[in-house]
């Protein structure tokens, strides 16, 4: 009898989606001011959905100038009554309370954080909620032991801060500023991006368990006019922004003259530089992580890719391989590479950059995978033969789409790679170390990864040149865009 053993060539993982019974999410979410939920003066709200599924998930308050009026009295009050009375140890405990509480209900962020903005829950799961809990601690490490970061000085903190994140790290944007605004002593007011509010004020409800004092942080929602509200409001001491550089120039010409202090965190358009001595699957190991995590929507994502001539054509042809195999789906199940991309006019903005490359002539190609019918998805792409002066390869894209370029000797690789008005990060592949210590201190970007990608922690400054910001975040860094030294 004949036996036949088939093999699938084709074989696909079972759905695996993460469990969301143990999830509760309100109808509707007020502001977070003065320690309570209250509603917004207009009594107007906005809705927040589920990129993967286009269905409305709740809806939050549309903050006006009266809110972030209230907002502000109840942080100066706050600063003034208690957080600048309280002992530093004591602002230390807080924060230590807000980090526990995070890891202690994690896996509900995760969830909250991939339904809202789209990303995979591997990637909430082991990446943003466990670096929103490290921050957390962290800073709370920091919090009395200011004249240890800055000896010799007196450390006072500067007020109350106005605090305005993006939506690909919704909540470790969030803790990125509030972290250490509340060691250092101040008061905030933090406005999340209006797709992305719901992991904020889940913080918000963890923050009254905490049993912060009423006012220290609050949280209002609402889109770019309620930030424009903050940025103008005249008791705010300090702006941290974190977004695009078309918005980071308006909050600088509107603070031009004014005492507040502030850091914008920006775009990117960070290269990678693979040289032929490289260990090439690493490297392709690496570039697919560095710009199609997140749905490429990373401020430092590696959207271009400089390959050595001698190495480019097997390189392609991993990088093709490797793209075939990811999974494009739905964000809850464990198994997705690439979520749903954030909204719909991200999707068309992606998709008018794809359309751009192609006109400008270089050579697409796009994975061949499946896309769920509803929701906004994007395939994994390159963009072969792209050049210098093409738009796609100047310009941020924010989305899951690589251009690729070839290069001779190391000084040209690093001529184009700084080539750009940005400079937030970059990446070198190399086996040689004395190569790349050579190459990462001349590429003129905020931090430059060496054989590995998108790594990040707490204790390490982040921050741009050029068009990709003002100021550091991070780290001991981090602490100094929220103090007066004497
Ligand atoms: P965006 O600039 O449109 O919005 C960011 C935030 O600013 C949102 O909360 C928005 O409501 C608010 N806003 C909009 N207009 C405003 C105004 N006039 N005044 C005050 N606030 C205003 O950016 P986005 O599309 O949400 O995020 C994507 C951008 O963020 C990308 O360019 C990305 O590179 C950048 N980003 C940078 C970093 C970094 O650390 N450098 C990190 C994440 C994202
Ligand atoms: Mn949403």
């Known amino acids: 009898m004949e036996r036949r053993i088939e093999f699938n060539t084709s074989w696909q993982y079972s759905p ?16 977070f001011i003065g320690g309570a939920f209250v509603p917004p003066a207009s009594g107007k709200y906005f809705d927040t959905i589920n990129p993967a599924t286009e269905e409305k998930l709740s809806e939050v308050a549309l903050s006006d100038e009266a809110d972030v009026n209230r907002a502000v009295e109840s942080a100066r009050e706050a600063f003034n009554r208690y957080w600048s009375k309280c002992l530093p140890a004591e602002r230390g405990k807080y924060l230590y309370r807000i980090a526990r509480l995070i890891q202690e209900r994690a896996r509900e962020f995760a969830v909250i954080e991939s339904l809202d903005g789209g990303k995979p829950i591997r990637e909430s799961r082991t990446v943003d909620i466990p670096l929103v809990a490290a921050h957390f601690f962290y800073y709370a490490g920091w919090a009395d032991k200011l004249e240890y970061a800055f000896p010799n000085r007196r450390v006072s903190p500067l007020g109350v801060a106005g605090q305005i994140i993006p939506w690909n790290f919704p909540l470790l944007m969030a803790a990125w500023k509030i972290a250490p605004a509340l060691a250092c002593g101040n008061t905030v007011v933090l406005k999340p991006a209006e797709t992305t509010p719901l992991t904020a004020l889940k913080l918000a409800e963890l923050i009254q368990e905490a049993d912060l004092p009423p006012g220290v942080v609050n949280i209002i929602t609402g889109a770019g006019e309620t930030g424009q509200a903050l940025v103008r409001h005249p008791d705010v001491d300090k702006i941290a922004f974190t977004g695009s550089t078309e918005v980071g120039r308006i909050i600088q010409k509107e603070l031009a003259g004014t005492n507040k202090k502030y850091t914008l965190e920006l775009g990117g358009k960070a290269a990678n530089i693979i040289f032929e001595d490289a260990a090439l699957d690493q490297a392709v190991e690496g570039i697919i992580n560095g710009i199609f995590f997140n749905q490429g929507h990373v401020c430092c994502a590696g959207s271009r890719l400089f390959v050595q001539e001698s190495v480019a054509d097997t390189v392609i042809r991993k990088l093709k391989d490797r793209m075939e195999s990811l999974i494009v789906g739905n964000p809850l199940d464990k ?8 909204s719909r006019q991200q999707l068309d903005t992606i998709n008018s950059y794809i359309e751009i490359g192609q006109k400008e002539g270089a050579e697409l190609y796009q994975t061949s995978c499946p896309l769920p019918e509803r929701g906004y998805w994007c395939r994994p792409t390159l963009f072969l033969n792209a050049s210098q002066s093409h738009r796609i390869v100047q310009e941020e894209i924010f989305g899951p789409v690589l251009a690729v370029q070839t290069f001779r000797t190391a000084e040209e690789a690093i001529e184009k790679a700084n080539n750009t008005p940005y400079g937030l990060s970059g990446g070198v592949w190399s086996d040689k170390g004395a190569k790349v210590f050579k190459i990462t201190s001349k590429i003129r970007s905020g931090v430059v990864w060496a054989n590995t990608y998108n790594k990040f922690d707490p204790t390490a400054p982040f921050g741009g040149y050029k068009e990709s910001g003002v100021g550091r975040e991070g780290g001991l860094h981090g602490l100094l865009p929220y103090v007066n030294l004497a």
């Open 16 to 31: 695996a989606p993460e469990s969301t019974d143990h999830i509760v999410l309100s109808k509707r979410y007020d502001n």
């Open 335 to 342: 198994n997705t590479d690439i979520g749903a991309i954030n």
